[in-house]
């Protein structure tokens, strides 16, 4: 067997030696091993996840071999959980698989809490009614869910757990965290040690841009009581001041002064997405709080006092052109600023933990210092349950999402695989499903939708008769490309909720087949 961290190689520079090892930690339950599951689950047994429990009662069909992979003819009659579990097995020896043979839905009804034991449950193709209960059981069991399902040229993939917090949310953009409008003392004394009026050519354009900007910055400042530019005129002006220092046309360092002015202009203090977390009730820490939530508390009392209003730094510095000795003279600086804000966080940390009568050691330092390093990206991701977003949806987001042109598509999906499963309550079976019955259940699922808008009070709106149509000509047939999308979409989001890194999606993700589109419904 390959060593993990040649194995894993690919991941591990994405989600890092702590994500992996969470993720080699957790157990996974799938319900449900059609297309949808097995591709999900696949995606998960490559990437190294701990243990799966698939759980199906349903033997392999001929049909299934035209959408499965994990299936071959020989599987046919044969448990389709032994024949899933078997194939994910060969794809990754390490990771410990099991199969049990029966309906999920017996299960949901018969034995809520088996499902305790598990890290996430995968619930896949589950209709309306099924989904509500396990919900339910999930939630008191503190388990993470997550609902996918592919049904002809549509899909839908939805988390659902009370809350959900994240350190390492690594989002795509992110001003780098220099203080440039907000210079603590040893930046301040670093930045006056350096003349921008030296005769030196090779010392002038070697100088970087954030002594640059400092130094401006201090300039305008005295001139303008105490004030850094706010209006376009002013900032303009700025740059006007920053270009008239450049003593030749090559110095990139002014340039880079020049294109990173806006970093001087930025507010000081916190982020308002940050504010409301440190003002969030949960702050208010007691024995039950979570790690996150003490640190949140630490990060708090941080603000109050040693940091003045500003998060810990994250002590990190951009590539920029400047002399090796000025770069690391700076970067010297920032981490030393980084460290010593996060001993007096760690410090907080410990004092807390000791108040609320926890182990002031049961956070290890790592933790903190992680903590202290992505204060200014952190989230909390909260999702209603199913039964309340099912029973009374936000109406205007509801309504806005069924007639606004870009979205009426995605809000009609959803509609209609909720409908679908009411028809299904209603006739056994699903719309177009048999031959020979098309026009009666377009007529029938019509009428079902219309009843299930009208229940969610979206009186007068309608869907148009061709998404109906292709609702019926789907036959709730689960198509090995959607499938694979789909379960690629809910594996995705299973990392993220194990890692605890990337934002996980907060709300309903709906695939619309047809036009080639994915959009996110909140309600």
């Known amino acids: 067997m390959a060593e993990p961290k040649t194995k894993y190689d690919r991941q591990l520079r994405i989600w890092g030696e702590q994500g ?48 499965n992979f994990m299936v071959d003819e020989s599987s046919v009659g044969q448990s389709k959980a032994k024949c899933v579990c078997q194939f994910l097995q060969e794809l990754n020896d390490a990771v410990k698989a099991k199969f049990i043979e029966e ?83 040893e930046l301040r004394g670093f930045a006056e040690t350096i003349d921008l009026d030296v005769s030196d050519p090779v010392a002038h354009k070697h100088t970087p841009y954030v002594v640059i900007l400092v130094k401006m910055a201090q300039e305008w400042a005295k001139s303008h009581g105490g004030k850094l530019p706010t209006t376009r005129e002013e900032k303009k002006e700025f740059k006007e001041l920053i270009k008239a220092r450049m003593t030749a046309i090559d110095e990139d360092n002014y340039r880079e002064a020049i294109e990173n002015s806006f970093k001087v202009f930025t507010l000081r203090g916190i982020s308002p997405e940050l504010q ?5 009730s949960r702050s208010e820490i007691d024995s039950s709080s979570s790690d996150f939530w003490v640190m949140v508390a630490a990060l708090k009392e941080f603000l ?23 770069y690391v003279a700076l970067q010297k600086i920032y981490q030393a600023k ?90 056994n079976s699903f719309p177009g499903k048999f031959e020979g019955v098309m026009d009666e259940d377009i007529s029938r699922l019509k009428t079902t939708a219309v009843g299930l808008l009208s229940d969610l009070g979206c009186n007068g709106v309608t869907l148009t008769e061709d998404l109906i149509n292709e609702m019926c000509r789907f036959g709730a047939a689960e198509l090995h490309a959607v499938a694979a999308f789909i379960g690629g979409i809910a594996s995705q989001e299973v990392i993220k909720l194990i890692t605890r890194q990337f934002v996980p999606l907060s709300g309903t993700f709906i695939f619309n087949g047809i036009d080639h589109k994915s959009q996110l419904l909140a309600l």
């Open 276 to 280: 409301q977390i440190i003002s969030d």
């Open 103 to 185: 309906y999920p839905e017996a299960l949901i009804q018969t034995n809520p809490s088996f499902f305790s034991q598990f890290t996430l449950v995968v619930a896949t193709q589950l209709v309306e009614d099924s989904m509500v209960k396990l919900d339910r059981i999930c939630r008191d069991a503190n388990v993470l869910l997550i609902f996918a399902r592919s049904y002809g040229l549509t899909g839908l993939v939805r988390i659902s757990l009370k809350e959900h917090t994240v350190i390492e949310s690594k989002p795509e953009h992110f001003l780098d965290d220099l203080r440039l409008n907000n210079p603590w003392p």
């Open 20 to 67: 992996q090892t969470a993720l080699e930690k957790a157990s996974v339950c799938l319900l449900n091993c059609g297309p949808t599951g097995s591709e999900t689950l696949k995606n998960l047994v490559l990437g190294g996840v701990g243990s799966i429990t698939v759980i199906d009662g349903s033997k392999v069909e001929s049909g299934d071999l035209g959408n």
């Open 338 to 427: 980084a460290e010593a804000d996060f001993l007096v966080i760690d410090q907080r940390v410990r004092s807390l933990l000791k108040k609320i009568g926890r182990d002031p050691s049961s956070i290890s330092k790592a933790t903190v210092k992680s903590f202290c390093k992505n204060a200014r990206k952190l989230k909390v991701c909260r999702y209603r349950s199913i039964e309340d977003e099912f029973s009374s949806p936000i109406l205007p987001d509801l309504q806005k999402y069924l007639t606004d042109e870009d979205y009426s598509v995605a809000g009609g999906f959803y509609i209609l695989l909720r409908a679908v499963d009411r028809f299904a309550a209603n006739y």
């Open 304 to 326: 109050a006092n040693e940091g003045g209003g500003e998060a810990p730094l994250e002590g990190s510095i951009p590539d920029m052109t400047s002399s090796t000795e000025h």
